[in-house]
C-alpha cells in the first residue's frame, strides 16, 4: 500500500517528477555520451597504426618522430640516408621495410612519398588494411593516390591532374610534373586521409635537378632505376618475430653510420595520448557538473514537493508512521526518479550512439567501442542514485522537524 | 494492563499557544470504556487545542493525560505517535485525507502502522470497504482518489479511518460542520452506532448544542478569549 501511495502521489505531482527524470536522464546520457566518445577516440588514435614493429628515423624525440611520420604534425629535423635503410631491411630479422619521404605539400595536405608495399604493409584499426575507394595504387611516375579528406575536400576525381608544391605552405610549386590521381583512398579515420600519396622514384623525379625557379631540367625523364633517393624521411618496418622486436630497436639505435631512432609505435601513442589526456580530464569534469547540477535539480523536486506535502507527512505520523518509514518513502521516492533517470538516460545513449555508430565512423572516422557500462559508468550510475539517496535526507529531516500539529491543521 | 484503565483521563492539565494568551485548563476529565461525551464551546474557545492535547500533538504545561491507560506526557513525540494510532480514532477538523490516494487506501492507512488494531480486524480490505458503506459512501466511490470527493463524502471517510480496527477512543472535532440539518443526524447516528457496536469510547467536540441529545455527558468550555489583551 506504501508503494501504491508513493505512486499515487507522484502521479499527483507527474510534472515536476518527470522534469526530474528527463532532467537525470540527460545528464546520465550526457555523461555516458562522453565517455563513449573519448573510449572510442582513445581506440581509433591508439588504431592509427597496428601491424608495424618500428618506426625509424632520425634521431630526435620518439613522440616527435611519431608526430611527423604518422600524424603529418611537425617538420623531421634530418633524413636518414638510404644506405642505412638497406643496412636495417638486410637484418635476417626484418621482415618488411616500407620507406617514407616527407617534405612536399599540396594546399593544406602532406604530399608522402613511399613504395607500392605501404598499400599492403600500412594497417590500423587493429590490422585492417588500407583500401581503395576508387582506382588502384600508383603503378608508374607522377601518379598519386589521395585520401578520402583529401578527394572530398578539393572535389578530385580519378584521372584529374594536380600540381605537387615544394616544402610545406610554399607557393613554389612542381607546376612543370604534375600529378594524374590514379586511386582514392577509402576513409581510414588516420592521417592518412588527409595525405596524397605518391612513389620514392616520382619524389626523387621532380627533385632532381630542380632549383626554385628554374623548374626541372630538360630532356628525357630518367629511367625508374636511377630514380634511387639518397634520403628517405623515416621508414616503417616489421619484424618477423615479436622476440626480436627489441634486439633490432637497439641495433638501430646504436647504429654506428648516423644517429638513428626506433620506436615502437603502440608506446609511442600512449605517450602521446598522455598529453591528449587532458582535454578528455576537462571534458569528464564538465559532464560530472552536469550530473551535479541534475542532482541539484532534483533535490529541488523532492524539497519543494516536501512543503507541498507536509499535511501528507503529518498524516502518515498521525497513524503512527515512524520517521524511519517517512524517511524510507521519500528516499523509496528518490530512488524511483534516479532510477528511472538512470535507466532512461543509459538505455536512451547507448541506443542512439549504437545506431548513430556507422554514421559517426563515416563522418569522423571514430568507430565507437560500445561494449556497455563499464565498471566506470557503473560507479557513476551508482554514485547518481547514492547522491540521490542522500539528498532525500534534507527533505525527511525538514518533513521531521515540522510540527505535527501544525501540518495537521493546515487549512485549506 | 490497558484494560480496565478509562478511556482517557485528564488532570491538571495547562495548556497556552503563548505566554499572554489565556491558557486552557482542565482540572480533571475522564471517559469511561464505551462513555460519550460532548464538549460544547464557541469558536476560538480551544476545542481543537484540547483534543490535540488528547492525540498528543500538544503537549501540556503540566498535568497528565492518560489514553488507555498510557501516560502520554511522559512519552517522546515518536511513542505519543505509536499510542494514538493504537488507541485513538480521529476525525480531524479538516479531515486530513491523503488526496490522491483512494477512499480505501486512507482508510486502510489507519491499520497499516498499528498491530493490535490491524490484528483486530482480520480482513482489512472488507473491513474498510463494510465500513465505508456502513457510513453511507456509495461502493463506487471507494476506489476514487479522497482528493475527488464531496466534502460530505470526505467527512465518511475520515471517519471510517477513525472508526476502523475499533480503537478504544474516538475524538471527533466538528465532524458534522459541514452537513445540513438532515445529514448532520444521519452521519451522528451512524458514527455513533458504530462506535457503540466495538465499544469505542467518544469525545466530540462542536459549538453546537443540538448534538447533545446523542450524549450520555455534555462538558461547557467557557469562552477563550481573555479580555486584557485586546491589542496586537
Ligand atoms: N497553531 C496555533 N498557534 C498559536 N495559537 C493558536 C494555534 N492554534 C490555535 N491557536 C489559538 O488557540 C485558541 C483556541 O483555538 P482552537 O483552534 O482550539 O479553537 P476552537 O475552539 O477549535 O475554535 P473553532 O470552533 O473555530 O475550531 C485561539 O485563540 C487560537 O488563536
Ligand atoms: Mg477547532
Known sequence: ?412 | MSSSAPALSLSNVVFSWDRHAHPIQIPNLVLDRGEKVLVLGPSGSGKSTMLGLVYGTLVPHSGRVTVAGQDMTALSARRRDGVRAEHVGVIFQQFNLIPHASALDNVLLALRFAPQRRKRTPDAEDAARNMLADLGLPETDACRSAGQLSVGQQQRVAAARALIGSPELLVADEPTSSLDRANQNRFMDLVLSQAQQQGSSILLVSHDERLAKHFDRVIEMGSGQSEDHMSC
Open chain 1, 1 to 412: 500500500m506504501l508503494t501504491r501511495l508513493i505512486l499515487s502521489s507522484m502521479r499527483a505531482r507527474a510534472l515536476t517528477v518527470v522534469l526530474a527524470i528527463l532532467t537525470i536522464a540527460f545528464s546520465v546520457g550526457l555523461v555516458l555520451a562522453v565517455n563513449v566518445v573519448r573510449d572510442g577516440t582513445k581506440a581509433s588514435f591508439a588504431n592509427t597504426i597496428s601491424n608495424t614493429d618500428l618506426i625509424v628515423g632520425a634521431r630526435s624525440g620518439s613522440v616527435q618522430l611519431m608526430l611527423y611520420t604518422i600524424f603529418q604534425i611537425g617538420n623531421p629535423t634530418n633524413n636518414i640516408s638510404w644506405d642505412s635503410m638497406e643496412a636495417i631491411a638486410a637484418r635476417p630479422e626484418v621482415d618488411w621495410l616500407v620507406p617514407i619521404s616527407l617534405g612536399d605539400s599540396h594546399g593544406e595536405f602532406r604530399v608522402m612519398g613511399t613504395s607500392v608495399a605501404f598499400f599492403d604493409r600500412y594497417r590500423y584499426r587493429g590490422g585492417q588494411s588500407i583500401g581503395l575507394h576508387q582506382g588502384a595504387a600508383f603503378t608508374d611516375l607522377y601518379h598519386a593516390v589521395v585520401g578520402s579528406d583529401v578527394a572530398a575536400t578539393l572535389n578530385y576525381e580519378l584521372g584529374q591532374e594536380i600540381v605537387v608544391s615544394h616544402g610545406l605552405a610554399s607557393f613554389i610549386d612542381h607546376d612543370d610534373r604534375p600529378f594524374e590521381i590514379t586511386g582514392i583512398l577509402e576513409r581510414t579515420g588516420t592521417p592518412l586521409d588527409r595525405a596524397v600519396l605518391i612513389s620514392l622514384e616520382s619524389m626523387e623525379a621532380i627533385h632532381r635537378g630542380w632549383r626554385p625557379g628554374a623548374g626541372s631540367p630538360t630532356g628525357p625523364e630518367p629511367a625508374m632505376a636511377e630514380l634511387q633517393p639518397k634520403e628517405v624521411t623515416a621508414a616503417l618496418v616489421g619484424i618477423g618475430s615479436r622476440l626480436d622486436i627489441f634486439n633490432v630497436q637497439r641495433w638501430i639505435n646504436t647504429y654506428p653510420g648516423e644517429p638513428l631512432l626506433a620506436v615502437l609505435p603502440g608506446l609511442t601513442l600512449q605517450e602521446l595520448w598522455q598529453f591528449i589526456g587532458v582535454a578528455e580530464d576537462a571534458l569528464r569534469a564538465v559532464s560530472l557538473m552536469v550530473v551535479g547540477a541534475a542532482l541539484l535539480g532534483m533535490i529541488a523536486v523532492i524539497f519543494s514537493g516536501v512543503n507541498e506535502r507536509r499535511r501528507e507527512m503529518a498524516i502518515l505520523r498521525a497513524m503512527g508512521a515512524r520517521p524511519g518509514v517517512v524517511f524510507g518513502l521519500l528516499l523509496l521516492e528518490a530512488m524511483i526518479m534516479a532510477g528511472a533517470g538512470c535507466l532512461i538516460g543509459a538505455v536512451g545513449t547507448y541506443g542512439l550512439l549504437y545506431a548513430a555508430r556507422p554514421l559517426i565512423d563515416a563522418h569522423f572516422g571514430i568507430w565507437l567501442p560500445m561494449q556497455g557500462p563499464g565498471p566506470e559508468e557503473l560507479k557513476l550510475l551508482g554514485g547518481v542514485m547514492a547522491a540521490a539517496g542522500l539528498a532525500s535526507i534534507f527533505p525527511a529531516a525538514r518533513a521531521y522537524q515540522l510540527s505535527l500539529a501544525d501540518g495537521l491543521s493546515i487549512k485549506n
